[in-house]
């Protein structure tokens, strides 16, 4: 029975071949693309779950916040040192713990070879116990634990040593320690929250010459050492988590009238829950998002919905042609559920070999979404029992799915009326019909709002005033080999005509702002505590001239002032956040920022120093009391001859620097890169988002061909009676045009709902306007009106006499 | 065979009902031949199709062996309809992605034939037609009296006790109608009782009995032999 049933599908696949062209594109476009999502989500979700007891492992956070408000200020990743060993002692259920220092960007040098590291991390012994990676040379065991050793990866081990031994080989680290290599492993697979290339043992660090174990044992102000505990299998954190108070205040120095506990807080983040759920201001590297993981799951649904539309839409509209055989069948002794039967297995049949192309366009198309995505994303990780077994059901459900109404509707047709040719497509029928079609142009339209709304939010992100000009600005590492000298190495940078100015800072624009002290200002007579969260950058005399921000009230920093270096210059929201009434009212006031007290002597305007998902902070520039605080030198450079000008400052470098590999950035690279997950969800949203629109429009050619066709004897008196070419156009394309205008009253709210709670994930981003909703309506009605018309004048030009004879 | 009392059936559609038989009574007895006649819109058809147990009747009683089948639900009388009754129709109503072995083979699947069962038997059908030599052929491919030919070993293949004609020449020149004419009475003459519903006199004296309906009831009755 089941051979006949497929022998009739597969010969009425070969009959009507386009239709079943575009049942079957549609639905492998539809699968192709679900496999392609399939494949991003999977490798999403499966972040860091290879680690051994990775369920039972957790990530200590910390976070701080306003003891007056209560209003969290900071949120970070990482933790003091102290806090390590103080949990293993006083809470007895951590079975293990292990820290992670990041070390930032490093010139490592072996002989001649010299580059900046940017993934060195200072790893304990117990490193090994919490991640699975293979060591390949060395005892894992051993190789963190003796001071001055170093581990590298496999790669990083050939950068510098090629094909010679890697153990036991020196290397300089910061052109100031050298350490030996204890080890080799392999690299960190792609789905991992960090990717150590190299691990310094981090007992080096009890060395005072490094940090010192007083440092490690006191300092909880030193935020940045990743902190994770292994816990017994079904413990409850809340349990601990709500003894953390505790035993804050029993280890933390008490600072004034608050409790530490007050303003500050640990909390416990499971290891599988870092990657797509932990959005911290301080991340070991940049995270997923859930949210994303969710927006694509729903376009993957959206595609298959669509092609499954399709499917129904198509088969029933021909259903008119099948009546004949149905209506045999019957009459030959099948019952319903027989004819029911043989119409599933028929869109269970396509649905199968829409499923296997579907594969193979996968395995063409992966990468391709790899390359616009930036992801590593392999076929394997469909290759796994857990996702095939569930796969192969695939094709079941959206055949069943799909193939269910014109199935139900099939089999109830009367063999009487269909073999007397009485037979025509009831209202309900068309009706139904519509509101599939009506779906299908929602979803359209709701993705065509989308995508222009992602793509004016990120052009607004990129064109916004920035308040400085990020142009012809390069950026540098600031080394401490510099600290003496770097007076000189300005001048000599200066002397070239191509470079304008340069300065130094702590943090330069792109970067986040985290680095915050205790503000105080003057009321009346004393320096009472300012009620308010600033940051602060230290920054030279030179910074603010070098990205030409601009001052409002008073000066920024000269070095014409040998006051200024306990001086502050803050900007517009620090002027609001301490209560000032305006920057001229700031100038001159007393003002306390961590231990430092000093005359306020500037405002400048608020400008975008982070991105924009973050609002412009309440900032103080400061200028440090030792130059090893800066981490960045800017040079802003001409724009009329940008390889004179890199090539005269990396002469400087070469000449003040020698052992200091040399690494320049443009800073307006940097904002672009800022953005660039952003910009690499526009354009698979964008990607995905036409695939659906080209399905839906695949489908209504079809329907419309097919609507069309069962009025050509209409059309045919139409003519004979004197109707114009255009009328009938006008006719045949006006009612699903109507269904486009209802489509489009249904989609508006659901595309403004799902856009403005896609936009608060900005500080700033743009209002929807009105007009998006128009265009998208419009630019959905100009595609359905161009898919039906092409049909519609076709219809409308042929020979009545043709039509109406062969009736 | 069949006897059938009081039976009427009314067409709705919104606006218009039509009644298409009307308190009709008559019976078949089994080995029968029996033509229907009349204009069109007289109930013939609808009459056929009752007794092809392919619609209901509103009124009445029909019973079909014995067996009172007028209230029968959809899923028995397909039952019924697939072990018992053959149909021919006036445009053959082939299906076309099926061959000629396959469109015979159909009610022989229906009926849960095993596939070496089903071959032999559909064989020896189309031997008796004389169409063996197009078994592997689609309708397109045949003639109006071949495809005919087809119509008639497909309803009979399952040897049911009735067969229903509902104008089996209507679309054929008339030596190919004689030719299916020929073959139902063999039919006949074999045992199977025949109702065929014509519009031709000339068919018509084939049978051996003539039921002429007018506005869905019989008008008279003429015996032929």
Same mark, same amino acid.
């Given at each position: 029975?089941?051979?006949?049933?497929?022998?009739?599908?597969?010969?009425?696949?070969?009959?009507?071949?386009?239709?079943?062209?575009?049942?079957?594109?549609?639905?492998?476009?539809?699968?192709?693309?679900?496999?392609?999502?399939?494949?991003?989500?999977?490798?999403?979700?499966?972040?860091?779950?290879?680690?051994?007891?990775?369920?039972?492992?957790?990530?200590?956070?910390?976070?701080?916040?306003?003891?007056?408000?209560?209003?969290?200020?900071?949120?970070?990743?990482?933790?003091?040192?102290?806090?390590?060993?103080?949990?293993?002692?006083?809470?007895?259920?951590?079975?293990?713990?292990?820290?992670?220092?990041?070390?930032?960007?490093?010139?490592?040098?072996?002989?001649?070879?010299?580059?900046?590291?940017?993934?060195?991390?200072?790893?304990?012994?117990?490193?090994?116990?919490?991640?699975?990676?293979?060591?390949?040379?060395?005892?894992?065991?051993?190789?963190?634990?003796?001071?001055?050793?170093?581990?590298?990866?496999?790669?990083?081990?050939?950068?510098?040593?090629?094909?010679?031994?890697?153990?036991?080989?020196?290397?300089?680290?910061?052109?100031?320690?050298?350490?030996?290599?204890?080890?080799?492993?392999?690299?960190?697979?792609?789905?991992?929250?960090?990717?150590?290339?190299?691990?310094?043992?981090?007992?080096?660090?009890?060395?005072?010459?490094?940090?010192?174990?007083?440092?490690?044992?006191?300092?909880?102000?030193?935020?940045?050492?990743?902190?994770?505990?292994?816990?017994?299998?079904?413990?409850?954190?809340?349990?601990?988590?709500?003894?953390?108070?505790?035993?804050?205040?029993?280890?933390?120095?008490?600072?004034?009238?608050?409790?530490?506990?007050?303003?500050?807080?640990?909390?416990?983040?499971?290891?599988?829950?870092?990657?797509?759920?932990?959005?911290?201001?301080?991340?070991?590297?940049?995270?997923?998002?859930?949210?994303?993981?969710?927006?694509?799951?729903?376009?993957?649904?959206?595609?298959?919905?669509?092609?499954?539309?399709?499917?129904?839409?198509?088969?029933?509209?021909?259903?008119?042609?099948?009546?004949?055989?149905?209506? +045999?069948?019957? @009459? !030959? %002794?099948?019952?319903?559920?027989?004819?029911? #039967?043989? /119409?599933? *297995?028929?869109?269970?049949? $396509?649905?199968?070999?829409?499923?296997?192309?579907?594969?193979?366009?996968?395995?063409?198309?992966?990468?391709?979404?790899?390359?616009?995505?930036?992801?590593?994303?392999?076929?394997?990780?469909?290759?796994?029992?857990?996702?095939?077994?569930?796969?192969?059901? +695939?094709?079941? @459900? !959206? %055949?069943?799915?799909?193939?269910?109404?014109? #199935?139900? /509707?099939? *089999?109830?047709?009367?063999? $009487?009326?269909?073999?007397?040719?009485?037979?025509?497509?009831?209202?309900?029928?068309?009706?139904?019909?519509?509101?599939?079609?009506?779906?299908?142009?929602?979803?359209?339209?709701?993705?065509?709002?989308?995508?222009?709304?992602?793509?004016?939010?990120?052009?607004?992100?990129?064109?916004?005033?920035?308040?400085?000009?990020?142009?012809?600005?390069?950026?540098?590492?600031?080394?401490?080999?510099?600290?003496?000298?770097?007076?000189?190495?300005?001048?000599?940078?200066?002397?070239?005509?191509?470079?304008?100015?340069?300065?130094?800072?702590?943090?330069?624009?792109?970067?986040?702002?985290?680095?915050?002290?205790?503000?105080?200002?003057?009321?009346?007579?004393?320096?009472?505590?300012?009620?308010?969260?600033?940051?602060?950058?230290?920054?030279?005399?030179?910074?603010?001239?070098?990205?030409?921000?601009?001052?409002?009230?008073?000066?920024?920093?000269?070095?014409?002032?040998?006051?200024?270096?306990?001086?502050?210059?803050?900007?517009?929201?620090?002027?609001?956040?301490?209560?000032?009434?305006?920057?001229?009212?700031?100038?001159?006031?007393?003002?306390?920022?961590?231990?430092?007290?000093?005359?306020?002597?500037?405002?400048?305007?608020?400008?975008?120093?982070?991105?924009?998902?973050?609002?412009?902070?309440?900032?103080?520039?400061?200028?440090?009391?030792?130059?090893?605080?800066?981490?960045?030198?800017?040079?802003?450079?001409?724009?009329?001859?940008?390889?004179?000008?890199?090539?005269?400052?990396?002469?400087?470098?070469?000449?003040?620097?020698?052992?200091?590999?040399?690494?320049?950035?443009?800073?307006?690279?940097?904002?672009?890169?800022?953005?660039?997950?952003?910009?690499?969800?526009?354009?698979?949203?964008?990607?995905?988002?036409?695939?659906?629109?080209?399905?839906?429009?695949?489908?209504?050619?079809?329907?419309?061909?097919?609507?069309?066709?069962?009025?050509?004897?209409?059309?045919?008196?139409?003519?004979?009676?004197?109707?114009?070419?255009?009328?009938?156009?006008?006719?045949?394309?006006?009612?699903?045009?109507?269904?486009?205008?209802?489509?489009?009253?249904?989609?508006?709210?659901?595309?403004?709902?799902?856009?403005?709670?896609?936009?608060?994930?900005?500080?700033?981003?743009?209002?929807?306007?009105?007009?998006?909703?128009?265009?998208?309506?419009?630019?959905?009605?100009?595609?359905?009106?161009?898919?039906?018309?092409?049909?519609?004048?076709?219809?409308?030009?042929?020979?009545?006499?043709?039509?109406?004879?062969?009736? | 065979?069949?006897?059938?009392?009081?039976?009427?059936?009314?067409?709705?559609?919104?606006?218009?009902?039509?009644?298409?038989?009307?308190?009709?009574?008559?019976?078949?007895?089994?080995?029968?031949?029996?033509?229907?006649?009349?204009?069109?819109?007289?109930?013939?058809?609808?009459?056929?199709?009752?007794?092809?147990?392919?619609?209901?009747?509103?009124?009445?009683?029909?019973?079909?062996?014995?067996?009172?089948?007028?209230?029968?639900?959809?899923?028995?009388?397909?039952?019924?309809?697939?072990?018992?009754?053959?149909?021919?129709?006036?445009?053959?109503?082939?299906?076309?992605?099926?061959?000629?072995?396959?469109?015979?083979?159909?009610?022989?699947?229906?009926?849960?034939?095993?596939?070496?069962?089903?071959?032999?038997?559909?064989?020896?059908?189309?031997?008796?037609?004389?169409?063996?030599?197009?078994?592997?052929?689609?309708?397109?491919?045949?003639?109006?009296?071949?495809?005919?030919?087809?119509?008639?070993?497909?309803?009979?293949?399952?040897?049911?006790?009735?067969?229903?004609?509902?104008?089996?020449?209507?679309?054929?020149?008339?030596?190919?109608?004689?030719?299916?004419?020929?073959?139902?009475?063999?039919?006949?003459?074999?045992?199977?009782?025949?109702?065929?519903?014509?519009?031709?006199?000339?068919?018509?004296?084939?049978?051996?009995?003539?039921?002429?309906?007018?506005?869905?009831?019989?008008?008279?009755?003429?015996?032929?032999?």
């Amino acid at each position: 029975m089941i051979y006949n049933y497929l022998k009739i599908a597969i010969r009425n696949l070969l009959k009507y071949k386009f239709i079943s062209f575009i049942n079957l594109f549609g639905l492998t476009a539809g699968i192709a693309c679900c496999l392609l999502i399939l494949t991003y989500i999977i490798n999403e979700l499966s972040y860091d779950k290879y680690h051994p007891d990775a369920d039972r492992t957790y990530r200590v956070t910390r976070s701080f916040r306003n003891a007056q408000t209560g209003i969290v200020s900071l949120n970070l990743g990482t933790v003091a040192p102290p806090f390590a060993p103080l949990l293993v002692n006083d809470f007895k259920e951590i079975e293990k713990i292990t820290q992670l220092l990041p070390n930032g960007r490093t010139p490592v040098r072996y002989g001649e070879k010299m580059f900046n590291e940017e993934n060195v991390y200072w790893g304990d012994e117990h490193f090994f116990d919490f991640f699975k990676v293979k060591v390949v040379k060395g005892n894992p065991a051993k190789a963190l634990n003796d001071p001055y050793g170093i581990m590298l990866t496999e790669e990083t081990a050939k950068k510098y040593f090629g094909n010679e031994e890697p153990l036991d080989k020196m290397i300089r680290l910061d052109n100031q320690l050298n350490f030996k290599v204890t080890g080799v492993y392999k690299a960190f697979p792609a789905n991992s929250h960090v990717h150590p290339n190299i691990l310094i043992s981090f007992n080096t660090l009890k060395d005072t010459a490094v940090y010192g174990e007083e440092n490690l044992r006191t300092n909880f102000g030193n935020n940045s050492f990743l902190t994770y505990i292994k816990l017994p299998k079904d413990y409850d954190i809340g349990k601990m988590e709500k003894q953390f108070p505790a035993f804050l205040n029993r280890h933390m120095p008490q600072g004034g009238k608050f409790k530490p506990s007050e303003g500050t807080a640990l909390a416990l983040q499971k290891l599988t829950d870092i990657h797509l759920h932990s959005q911290l201001d301080y991340e070991a590297e940049e995270n997923g998002d859930i949210k994303r993981v969710y927006i694509f799951s729903a376009i993957a649904l959206f595609i298959l919905l669509i092609a499954g539309i399709n499917y129904m839409n198509l088969s029933t509209a021909r259903s008119a042609l099948r009546a004949r055989e149905i209506g +045999v069948r019957k @009459v !030959v %002794g099948a019952q319903r559920k027989e004819i029911i #039967a043989q /119409f599933l *297995s028929e869109s269970v049949l $396509v649905s199968w070999l829409a499923m296997i192309l579907a594969l193979l366009l996968t395995w063409l198309t992966l990468p391709w979404l790899n390359k616009l995505s930036g992801q590593q994303l392999s076929i394997h990780i469909l290759l796994r029992w857990d996702v095939i077994v569930p796969m192969a059901l +695939v094709p079941f @459900v !959206v %055949g069943i799915l799909s193939g269910i109404y014109p #199935a139900l /509707f099939m *089999s109830s047709f009367r063999p $009487v009326q269909v073999l007397k040719g009485l037979f025509k497509v009831g209202g309900s029928t068309i009706s139904f019909r519509r509101i599939l079609v009506t779906t299908q142009f929602a979803i359209s339209i709701v993705l065509i709002i989308s995508t222009i709304t992602v793509f004016r939010q990120m052009h607004y992100m990129q064109q916004k005033e920035l308040g400085f000009d990020k142009t012809h600005i390069v950026t540098l590492p600031y080394s401490a080999g510099l600290n003496d000298g770097f007076d000189a190495f300005r001048t000599e940078l200066l002397s070239n005509t191509y470079i304008k100015n340069a300065g130094r800072s702590s943090r330069i624009p792109t970067g986040r702002l985290l680095d915050a002290m205790g503000a105080r200002i003057k009321r009346s007579d004393t320096l009472e505590p300012a009620n308010a969260d600033i940051k602060f950058v230290s920054a030279d005399q030179d910074f603010i001239s070098t990205y030409g921000i601009k001052v409002v009230s008073g000066r920024g920093f000269s070095k014409d002032f040998s006051t200024d270096t306990g001086a502050f210059v803050i900007n517009e929201a620090a002027v609001q956040a301490l209560g000032l009434n305006s920057g001229e009212d700031a100038i001159g006031k007393d003002f306390g920022y961590g231990n430092r007290t000093g005359k306020l002597i500037g405002v400048f305007n608020d400008f975008h120093f982070e991105s924009m998902h973050q609002k412009i902070v309440p900032l103080v520039l400061l200028i440090p009391t030792s130059a090893n605080a800066y981490g960045n030198i800017s040079i802003k450079i001409a724009g009329t001859n940008i390889p004179a000008a890199l090539s005269h400052i990396e002469k400087t470098w070469r000449k003040y620097l020698p052992e200091t590999p040399y690494q320049y950035n443009f800073l307006d690279e940097n904002f672009e890169r800022l953005y660039q997950s952003e910009e690499r969800q526009k354009s698979i949203f964008t990607v995905f988002a036409f695939i659906a629109i080209f399905i839906a429009c695949l489908g209504l050619f079809g329907l419309s061909a097919f609507a069309i066709s069962q009025r050509i004897k209409e059309i045919g008196i139409r003519k004979v009676l004197g109707a114009s070419v255009n009328t009938i156009v006008a006719l045949l394309s006006k009612d699903f045009l109507k269904l486009i205008l209802i489509a489009a009253v249904i989609a508006f709210p659901i595309a403004w709902f799902a856009m403005d709670t896609w936009l608060q994930d900005f500080a700033y981003r743009i209002n929807i306007p009105w007009w998006i909703f128009v265009v998208a309506g419009v630019i959905a009605g100009i595609i359905a009106f161009v898919t039906i018309s092409f049909q519609a004048i076709r219809a409308a030009i042929a020979n009545p006499v043709k039509s109406l004879r062969s009736e | 065979m069949i006897k059938i009392a009081e039976l009427e059936k009314i067409y709705r559609t919104e606006e218009v009902e039509t009644v298409a038989l009307n308190k009709l009574s008559f019976e078949v007895k089994e080995g029968e031949f029996v033509a229907v006649m009349g204009p069109s819109g007289c109930g013939k058809s609808t009459l056929l199709n009752i007794v092809g147990l392919l619609d209901d009747p509103d009124k009445g009683s029909f019973l079909f062996n014995g067996i009172e089948v007028a209230d029968f639900n959809e899923r028995k009388r397909a039952d019924l309809r697939k072990r018992n009754i053959g149909f021919v129709f006036q445009s053959f109503n082939l299906i076309d992605e099926l061959t000629v072995f396959e469109n015979v083979e159909l009610p022989l699947i229906y009926l849960g034939v095993k596939a070496p069962e089903r071959k032999k038997r559909v064989e020896a059908v189309l031997d008796k037609m004389q169409i063996m030599h197009r078994r592997n052929h689609y309708p397109q491919q045949l003639s109006g009296g071949q495809q005919q030919r087809v119509a008639v070993a497909r309803a009979v293949v399952n040897k049911p006790k009735l067969i229903l004609a509902d104008e089996p020449t209507g679309n054929l020149d008339s030596s190919n109608g004689n030719e299916v004419m020929q073959l139902l009475t063999d039919l006949n003459e074999q045992g199977t009782t025949i109702i065929m519903v014509t519009h031709s006199e000339h068919d018509a004296r084939y049978s051996h009995r003539i039921i002429r309906m007018l506005d869905g009831q019989t008008v008279t009755e003429n015996i032929l032999v």
